[in-house]
């Protein structure tokens, strides 16, 4: 256990390195160049004061840059400034930046839902607006907009897992799971984390595991509780360890920042 534990410490360690090494020079540097007009510079310093690597942590200056970079045109980023100034309880600020996130989704989201990746996790605008109406955290909780943008969401999510993307069919399952943006169906949220899970690759002769790690973990915990499908623990134990597995393999080497760790998958 000792050495597994180990195995799992260095390679995580590994992970998060790597993207340090990509940064890389003197965090002065990156407030050099920040201070001239690079965003990425900005979200970049932002990145480093808030994990407190390669510079002393400090949350001001991290909500500072992620501010910088928010208002230079990331939108992305202005939800991270916003959860930095809540948690340095600058809650005027707080407010500013969350609300500046939810137009930036909201502009994405009417553009055509610009779906992108954070490692193999994706994100789409239309539902992160939906959860944030649903939520109603800094701004005022509206669940007939909610529905409106989850439903959007689905719309496109389901498109793009019917073209055979494995974290498209991910994030539909979950919504079956929860019932965002269609009726809540636990067997349809079965038979969509496992068609993403167990996906293959072999077609294109690649020599990689498609399976998708969260897809993996939804349909663990749909075996832990039987819902849509027998109660069953191995089963349950069985995907947890696959969805971890997939995890920490897709995120080895990784050349960006690092996405959250699953529950259950830390160490």
Not at 88 to 112: R, V
């Amino acid at each position: 256990m000792k050495k597994v534990l180990m195995l799992l410490f260095f390679t995580a360690m590994f992970c998060f390195g790597q993207y340090y090494q990509r940064v890389g020079g003197d965090i002065k540097g990156w407030e050099k160049k920040c201070n001239r007009g690079d965003i990425e510079s900005c979200s970049t310093a932002a990145f480093i004061y808030h994990h407190g690597v390669e510079a002393k942590e400090n949350q001001n200056k991290a909500a500072k840059y992620w501010a910088k970079s928010c208002d230079g045109g990331d939108g992305g980023d202005c939800e991270s400034a916003s959860g930095v100034f809540k948690q340095i309880k600058n809650h005027n600020e707080a407010n500013e930046y969350y609300n500046k996130a939810l137009q930036h989704y909201i502009k994405e989201c009417n553009s055509g839902d610009d779906i992108n990746y954070y490692g193999r996790y994706i994100i789409s605008p239309c539902f992160k607006v939906g959860k944030m109406y649903e939520e109603g955290s800094e701004v005022w909780q509206d669940k007939t907009q909610a529905n409106k943008y989850y439903s959007k969401a689905f719309q496109h999510l389901k498109k793009g897992c019917d073209s055979d993307s494995g974290g498209y069919c991910d994030v539909v399952g979950d919504m079956y799971r929860d019932g965002r943006g269609v009726e809540q169906n636990y067997t349809k949220a079965v038979k969509y984390y496992k068609e993403s899970c167990e996906r293959s690759c072999s077609e294109f002769n690649i020599e990689f595991d498609c399976g998708n790690e969260y897809s993996c973990l939804g349909l663990s915990g749909m075996y832990e509780e039987g819902k849509g499908v027998k109660q069953d623990k191995a089963q349950a134990k069985k995907y947890q360890k696959r969805g971890c597995d997939l995890f920490w393999e897709s995120n080895s080497g990784a050349k960006g920042p690092i996405v959250p760790i699953p529950d259950g998958c830390d160490f």
